[in-house]
Structure formats: C-alpha cells, structure tokens
C-alpha cells in the first residue's frame, strides 16, 4: 500500500522556526513535493526534492532522504501569514499522492 | 491570466442527482488531475488527463467521469450523486505529468443530500 505520515498539527510562536517531518511508503517514487493550503483556499506549491539533500527557497527549506523515506519542511522566520496546513505529497509514477497535512499555528 | 478557474463555486444536490464540474486552465499546459478533499484529509486523485485526448483513474474514480474536452478543458462528471460524494474538489494543471508543480483552482463545494 501507500501512506504518508506527518504530525497533525503543530503550533509555534512568531519568528521561531518550526519543521514539519514527513514518511512515506509508495510503490513508486520520483520526488517529495510539499503545498501549503490556507483555510477555504486552495494548496499552493512550496518546494520540490528530487534527490537527497535540503533545498532552499527564501524562508522556507525542504529535505530529503530517500534511504530513509523520510522529508521534513523547514519554516524560518515565522509569521502570522504562515498559520496554514502543509502538505507533503509523493510524486510516484505521475501522480501526486497527497499526505493528510499538518496544521500550523503560529502564535503572536 | 487566470489560472486555472472551476465553476460552479457551491453546489448543492441531492441524492441521484447529476451534474458537472467545469475546469478550465489558461496556462497551455498538457496535463490536468482532479481531486476531491475531504474534512482533515488530504487531497485524493479522481481522474487525470495526461495530455488532450487521454484519460486515466487516479486513486478515488468509482461514481465519477471525466472529459478532457480540449487542451484547455477537463470537465468531472458525477452521474447518480451519492452523500459519500460530499466533498471539496478541485482541479488542477501541470505542464506535462513529469512536472512536479501542479497549479490548483480554487475549488467546488459541493454538498449532497
């Protein structure tokens, strides 16, 4: 089967840094994507790892390690605006396969 | 540019009811999906369209069909509407398949009673 496991909600204080971990198990994979999603809208794309290693893109990082199918999102310098649900998703043969997602909350 | 655009916005129907769910997306790209979101869940692939011509099941088709009526068009056709079918859904487009973005529109309530 396929799943994907991340913490369902996390909550963290304005200008801390928070990570959001994500596993997964898929027949097949080809990258882990992540999304973020704010209440009533829809998930908007954050960042994309094909390979191990962390990416960087402005506040926000991502990593990968596929020999332990294992990702996490890396949230600096939070703010208000970040409380939303993050989602990470496995590419795997076309197809994203979304996880359930991880509400953030930060907290002034 | 729009984007990618979905209409209706809420719908209401009841139980057998029919109807469609329109998607448009005005960013040439190949390859559209649609999935549905349920309360605290992720989202779950229903149908996608490779390219304009082609269809294929995602994880969630039973109860739905899909048009890819053009390059620009990928319609999500609910023929007997069932309350299971209650849900958020939401289309959405790439440039091809191999393309790890997806843009997303901005979703169809529907509710069925």
């Known amino acids: 089967g396929q799943s994907l496991e991340q913490p369902s909600e996390v909550t963290a204080v304005e200008g801390a840094i928070v990570q959001i971990n994500c596993t997964y198990q898929t027949s097949g994979f080809y990258g882990l994507s992540w999304y973020q999603q704010h209440d009533g809208g829809a998930p908007t794309f954050l960042s994309y790892?094909?390979?191990?290693g962390l990416e960087e893109t402005g506040r926000f990082s991502s990593f990968l390690s596929r020999s332990d199918s294992y990702g996490y999102l890396l949230l600096q310098e939070l703010q208000m605006k970040d409380s939303a649900s993050y989602f990470c998703a496995v590419d795997s043969s076309y197809k994203l396969i979304f996880g359930s997602g991880t509400r953030l909350l930060v907290r002034p | 540019n729009a984007g990618v655009t979905q209409t209706p916005k809420f719908q209401v129907l009841k139980t057998g009811q029919s109807m469609t769910l329109q998607c448009a997306q005005d960013m040439n790209h190949n390859s559209m999906y649609w999935y549905r979101q349920d309360p605290g869940m992720g989202l779950r692939l229903i149908y996608y369209?490779?390219?304009?011509?082609?269809?294929d099941k995602g994880e969630v088709p039973n109860g739905y069909n899909v048009s890819r009526l053009n390059k620009r068009e990928f319609s999500l056709r609910l023929e007997s509407a069932a309350p299971s079918q209650t849900s958020v859904y939401f289309c959405?487009?790439?440039?091809?398949?191999?393309?790890?973005?997806?843009?997303f529109g901005p979703g169809t309530r529907l509710l069925v009673l």
């Open positions: 790892n094909a390979l191990d």
């Open positions: 959405a487009s790439s440039q091809s398949v191999e393309q790890e973005t997806q843009y």
């Open positions: 369209s490779a390219s304009e011509g082609t269809t």
